[in-house]
């Protein structure tokens, strides 16, 4: 079982930054991928970035490209966004997300991917 626990939400105005942070429970965190979601009311949640067990590969939806980046520290069994120039179309829900130990050959950008869920943490960017 791993548990998620996202922080770091708020609010923010256009153009401003946040940066989210997920501390995962347990002793096999550095040899899961990693990745963060967000839901808009009314939308689908969606892929927003992903990180691999070793953080030497890094992925990112285009529309976050430039602006957020994802980051790992194993030591801390911490995942992180780091979200600059934000704009109003960001606000949602974001989620940490978690894989099952030791696989490789995944796609990072499913949802069906990651078995453990945070509860998430709600990002609101006004404008």
């Known amino acids: 079982q791993v548990l998620l626990a996202e922080s770091g939400g708020g609010l923010v105005q256009a153009g401003g930054s946040l940066g989210l942070s997920c501390a995962a429970s347990?002793?096999?965190?550095?040899?899961?991928?990693m990745g963060w979601f967000r839901q808009a009311p009314g939308k689908e949640r969606e892929f927003v970035a992903a990180i691999r067990w070793s953080g030497d590969s890094t992925y990112l939806a285009d529309s976050v490209k430039g602006r957020f980046t994802i980051s790992r520290d194993n030591a801390k069994n911490t995942v992180y966004l780091q979200m600059n120039s934000l704009k109003p179309e960001d606000t949602a829900v974001y989620y940490c997300a978690g894989t099952a130990a030791y696989l490789i050959d995944i796609n990072l950008r499913r949802i069906a991917s990651y078995p453990y869920w945070g509860q998430g943490t709600q990002v609101t960017v006004s404008s």
């Open positions: 347990g002793r096999t965190f550095s040899t899961r991928a």
